[in-house]
């Protein structure tokens, strides 16, 4: 484990990075049906259980007033969030440690996902071995970007460009599927085929089960993902859109149970279907802690500074840029654009007319005027400025400002 983090700023900004790996590696191993990658969900859920135990201490010292504990109940709001979020990871990958039962199919629609997590096993003498991550350029060599190392029994989450790969390090990568297969070739790991789904004609109540799962997923990751937008950026917009989700991953789960539930009346073992369930509670859930954190925005409570400062130093940050005329994005797909894997941000959300897209696919056209919401590299912000029309600088006080180009 590397050393505790010494404020509150610093372990908010890991536990909200450790919450979203534990997340993505939880989903991963459901992809791969791994238990072992199962497992280092459970390896994290100790070092998440320090890190809320930590900032709880350190809220309650620093409340000596009134006014003070007024503010750092939102801290201990988002804490709490933060925890939940973790809590569903573990009930996600233990749908694979304790063999509760997944579909086929489920695991097939999910390697068509826009993006994917993967972990792969660095090999002595392979590409990697023994450069940094900087030199690899993985997010323009393979479209996926590092989220955290494990080597050995160490977790290495303050993954940067400075960062040397060493062999037997395994690497957990966020990104497009079709990168998959030459990152494995620069790892020098064994060929690896993705599931395919067998091919049905007929349209079943497991089939819909599995499509509104996979569709919860997604929506639950979009939810989290603008719930700290919301907070970072301050945006009451942002805000009532996670409640829209919120609202539409209530009503998914609803329908799900009850094709589910059809579904064991169809020749099909009821015990292969549990995990349909667990996985639906849990990407429920994802989106009611979404909604908690930007309850605070909606009721327009007092935000402790420390949640902006500290949510928008982690390892992902959230930009929102203005598409200028003229510009590479204007009237460009963001399937054309390929912002994933070059500079590596993911659109959260594009904002036209007053309305709100979220999670936009690869077909959806960018117009001037649009606002996107992305989150992605820090170093990559200027190339994405740059590519919407715009010169990033900073003004007097350190804040980041668009000039045009």
Known sequence: MEDK????????????????????????????????????????????????????????????????????????????????????????????SKRLGIPHQLVADLSDAEEVSHRVLVSEGSHMAHRPLSALELTVQAGMSVMAIRRGRQWITDVNGETVVVPDDVLFLRGSPDGIIRLRELAAAPVWEPPRAEDQHAVTDLDRAVDVLVEMKNLSETAVGLAYSALV???????????????????????????????????????????????????????????????????????????????????????????????????????????????GFTVLAIRRGGRYVYRPRGRNTLLAGDEVIASGPDEGCTMLARMCGWVLRNDEEGEDELEPI
């Not at 191993?29 to 280092?40: H, I, R």
């Not at 549990?274 to 994802?286: F, K, M, N, Q, Y």
């Open 233 to 343: 950026l301050a945006d009451r917009g942002l805000a009532a859109e996670v409640c829209h989700l919120e609202d539409r991953l209530d009503e998914m789960k609803e329908n799900l149970e009850l094709w589910v539930l059809r579904s064991a009346g169809d020749d099909i073992d009821p015990g292969a279907l549990r995990g349909l369930l667990h996985l639906a509670e849990a990407a429920e859930d994802l989106g009611d802690q979404a909604q908690s954190m930007v309850w605070l925005i909606e009721k327009e409570e007092e935000l402790h500074p420390i949640l902006g400062i500290a949510l928008g130093e982690t390892d992902e940050v959230v930009v929102r840029y203005p598409i200028a005329s003229g510009s590479t994005a204007d009237e460009a797909s963001l399937s054309e654009l390929r912002w994933n894997i070059e500079p």
């Open 5 to 96: 983090p010494r404020n509150l700023r610093a372990m908010l900004a890991e536990a909200k990075d450790t919450s979203e790996l534990m997340v993505d590696l939880a989903y991963a191993a459901l992809y791969f049906d791994d238990p072992d990658m199962a497992e280092e969900v459970d390896q994290l859920e100790a070092q998440m259980n320090e890190l809320v135990h930590d900032m709880r201490a350190v809220c309650v010292l620093a409340a000596r007033s009134s006014r003070e504990a007024e503010g750092m109940s939102s801290v201990l709001q988002v804490v709490s969030s933060i925890e939940r979020m973790a809590n569903d990871a573990v009930d996600i990958a233990r749908i694979v």
